[in-house]
């Protein structure tokens, strides 16, 4: 039984790298605002048969669901291992949003993946959204946030998500640290943080977003296939 579980195992690995490797591809042409692509040009990119995209997804709407989906998860995942030993709600969510306003300068490729696909971003049950609204929802709880509706407030935070990474890309020059803290701290106080408290809350410290611990620093996000080797696989 040893040799066809083997058999079976290696067969895996390469199903799973060819799905990685198309989810890359896709991303890279998100990123590039090129949604209109032909299929044969992203299994050209990922390196594998045209054939074997049918294997894994029905239709090119399908891979770019699952390419968005890919960067909403693996940011959101990080996102809540670098705020799982904090207790306050509100530092919880301004920490959140301060690490997300400094991740589109520090992996601008999947930055753009983002803000190319806003609406399904927004709207998604799964990534940041979720976990946006579950922070709101704690606060509300815990009587640190105030707002009446925590879905619109999500909206709103979203909203504000969103065209924060588009203007830090638009605007080179400006200090993608200190206008996330500013956006932040005014978050905070839309959700009814005392003002003195949001002050000193954007003041804390921050996790290295780039390496946290117990990852290399590319683990996270790796890089596009197109900037990357790849071999044909099926």
Known sequence: MTEPTATTNRLERRKAHTRAALIRAAQSFIAAGNPNVPILDITQA????LGSFYNHFESKEELFEAAVEDVLERLGGLLDELTAV??????????S???FGRFHR?????SKVLLNSAL???GSDRGLAPRALRDIQAGVHAGRFTVRDP???MTIISGAALCLGQFLHDHPERDDAEDTDQVTEDLLRLL??????????VRLPLPDLDAPPGRDEHAAFPA????QGAGRSG
């Open 224 to 227: 596009p296939v197109g900037r």
């Open 120 to 122: 399904a971003m927004a």
């Open 192 to 201: 009814g943080v005392p003002a003195r408290q949001c002050q000193r809350i």
């Open 106 to 110: 520090r992996n601008p490729d999947m």
């Open 46 to 49: 990922a390196d594998v048969g």
């Open 86 to 95: 904090i207790e306050d709600p509100a530092e919880v969510f301004a920490q």
């Open 151 to 153: 879905e619109l407030a």
């Open 97 to 99: 949003f301060r690490l």
